[in-house]
Each structure stands twice: as structure tokens, then as C-alpha cells.
């Protein structure tokens, strides 16, 4: 199935919760997480693990940001979801800096957090068109 990447106007609102039944990956038995925002912070939100220790993961949905980005999920993934129409889907990619100097951030694009805008539940998925892609695709770069 192919996932469109359309970005959605986001009014200010409270956190949403989010479910990943099989976790992130390294998080498997954290289930839980809240998508965060403010507009003035917009491409990038914060997926919020629940819990005693709040992890933040900084996220971004790929549209206008990552060009010719075409995400192609797996039947089993989008079964899992509950998707079955792409408007169904919200893309999210995690953000990476790193503290190198200079510092850069980079994105991964093979493994996108998909969540069903509908039911809230989501899945970090490894895309069936994951060779096009990297896991550290930089989101600047120097001119």
C-alpha cells in the first residue's frame, strides 16, 4: 500500500495518545507515548514515551521536507493498523543529532512510525521499498 505523505494543518492541541502495541524499536515493552507539538516548533513534534522516565523522541512528518519520498508499506503492516485508505495514515520519521561538531541531524526514513489517524495505534515499520532509503538520511544539508 502506498501511504501519502500530505501534511495535515494542526491546530494547538492537547497531547494525543498514541499506542504501539509492539513498541519502538529498542523500546519494545514501552507501549505508550504522546505525540507533542506547538505550531511555532512545526516540522518538529516530540512522540513522548509514557512512564516514569519520560524519553522524547524528536519527530517529523516527511512532507515539504524530504523530496520524492514514497512510502510503500507491507499488507501485513497496513492490515496491523487498520489502514485502508493512505488518508487513514499520519508519517511520522525520527530525528537524530548528533554531537559531533559541527553538529548534524539526520532522519530515518526506512523506518517510519505509522499511526492511524482514526484509532491512534501505530507501528514502526520497515518500508517494502526500504532500499531507496536511508535510516540516517540528513535532513541539512551544507551548501
Do not use: C
Not at 513522548?48 to 514514497?70: K, N, T
Request: glycine fraction near 6%; avoid cysteine.
Amino acid at each position: 500500500m502506498k501511504v501519502s505523505t500530505e501534511i495535515a494543518t494542526l491546530p494547538e492541541a492537547p497531547p494525543q495518545i498514541i499506542r504501539l502495541p509492539e513498541g519502538l524499536v529498542g523500546f519494545p515493552d514501552h507501549t505508550g507515548f504522546e505525540l507533542l507539538f506547538s505550531q511555532e516548533q512545526l516540522p518538529f513534534r516530540w512522540l513522548r514515551l509514557l512512564g516514569a522516565e519520560p524519553v522524547d523522541f524528536v519527530v517529523i512528518e516527511p512532507a515539504g521536507i524530504i523530496a520524492d519520498y514514497e512510502l510503500e508499506l507491507f499488507d501485513e503492516d497496513a492490515a496491523f493498523l487498520g489502514i485502508s485508505d493512505s488518508s487513514d495514515a499520519l508519517v511520522l520519521n525520527i530525528v537524530t543529532v548528533s554531537r559531533t561538531l559541527p553538529p548534524t541531524a539526520t532522519v530515518n526514513l526506512v523506518g517510519p512510525v505509522i499511526i492511524n489517524r482514526r484509532t491512534g495505534i501505530a507501528k514502526q515499520v520497515v518500508l517494502s521499498n526500504h532500499s531507496r532509503y536511508s535510516a540516517r538520511h540528513p535532513l541539512v544539508t551544507a551548501s
